[in-house]
């Protein structure tokens, strides 16, 4: 017979039992098949997120080192400028501390502040080698006790006559 109808109910029931024992490996195999795919997609899928994860770190990262570097670079100026304001008490102009080859990190404390007393002696060392770099002393005021006698400040005249050149 080239019919697959079975001929006797014991070989019908033998031909169900088959199928359904092979419809269950078939679906054990179909659902270990699909978890097996679920185990990768959710592996890639937490690889994926670990991945987005870390760039995100690496960018906040690189801004955070980025800010860091700016402050540093703004902190640095700013000592720079103290210690040529500091200098420059001493020197004619403060800015030419930095010719002499000092270094900022010369003249911080251990703080990382800058040190007055360390900035006065290096400006004081560099006017003694080269004295023509000294400040040059501000002349003071006159003051109205010095006067002799009979001498007088007279006050500025200010009006429209000052101005115009009349005398009154």
Not at 70 to 88: D, F, M, N, P, Y
Not at 129 to 144: D, E, F, G, I
């Amino acid at each position: 017979m080239t019919d697959e109808t079975p001929e006797t109910p014991a070989a019908a029931e033998e031909v169900t039992v088959t199928e359904t024992a092979t419809q269950d490996v078939e679906d054990t195999t179909t659902s270990e098949a699909i978890s097996d795919a679920d185990e990768g997609e959710i592996h890639n899928e937490a690889a994926h997120k670990a991945a987005q994860k870390a760039a995100r770190y690496r960018t906040e990262l690189r801004t955070a080192q980025a800010e860091r570097d700016a402050l540093a670079e703004r902190l640095s100026t700013l000592q720079r400028r103290e210690v040529e304001r500091l200098a420059g008490e001493k020197m004619a102009e403060g800015g030419d501390i930095w010719l002499s080859g000092t270094e900022l990190a010369d003249l911080l404390d251990e703080d990382g502040n800058v040190d007055a007393e360390r900035v006065t002696e290096a400006a004081s060392g560099i006017v003694a080698s080269k004295p023509h770099w000294a400040a040059k002393p501000v002349p003071q005021p006159l003051r109205t006790g010095a006067l002799k006698s009979g001498a007088s400040i007279a006050p500025p005249q200010t009006g429209w006559s000052a101005v115009l050149g009349r005398k009154e």
